[in-house]
């Protein structure tokens, strides 16, 4: 990357984390985590290797859950609200006529991107509406495209067993 493209308005930003070559509009697999502001727990609590969820967490839940039903171009296969986080195997069905590489700018309908600030968006309005102890999200998420049924069923695993392994998680704090 060069030093002009890490501006914007004269000013530098951060460049993103997702792949410059590639269109997130793409109907593919995608592997996310959303983590919330400083890893702060938000969202319930790992009680005997089972995560207790919290009213913001079962919220969280139920929106990931239902995106099926609320977004045209998006599949949810497997998710789990952790304490400090939220993993997600998500299926974009997009058909996408003309190819867009990954640029900063606005989000590009049907993206990955506009998906995760949506339900951001959403978590985060809930929270508000319920007076809930609220920090905020992270401002970005990880993501990775699954290549393979391998990946697939490790991805797949990792998340459904993700509350037995805390206390090994990258995430635990």
């Known amino acids: 990357m060069h030093k002009k ?25 995608y592997f996310v985590t959303i983590c919330t502001k400083k890893m702060k727990p938000q ?42 986080h939220v993993h997600a195997i998500i299926k974009l069905t997009n058909s996408i006529q003309h190819k867009a590489t990954n640029h900063f700018g606005p989000l590009l309908a049907g993206s990955l991107s506009s998906l995760i600030n949506h339900y951001k968006g959403s978590v985060t309005k809930h929270a508000k509406s319920k007076n809930l102890n609220w920090n905020g999200w992270h401002e970005r998420f990880h993501d990775h495209i699954i290549r393979d049924v391998n990946q697939f069923d490790k991805i797949n695993n990792y998340i459904s067993s993700n509350p037995l392994n805390w206390q090994s998680d990258r995430y635990y704090l």
């Open 5 to 29: 493209d890490l501006l914007f308005q004269g000013k530098y930003r951060i460049p993103s984390a997702r792949w410059e070559r590639w269109d997130y509009r793409n109907p593919e697999l």
């Open 43 to 84: 969202f319930g609590e790992i009680i005997s290797g089972s995560m207790k969820l919290n009213q913001l967490g079962q919220f969280a839940y139920d929106y990931m859950a239902n995106m099926n039903d609320r977004k045209e171009n998006a599949r949810v296969i497997n998710h789990i609200v952790m304490p400090n």
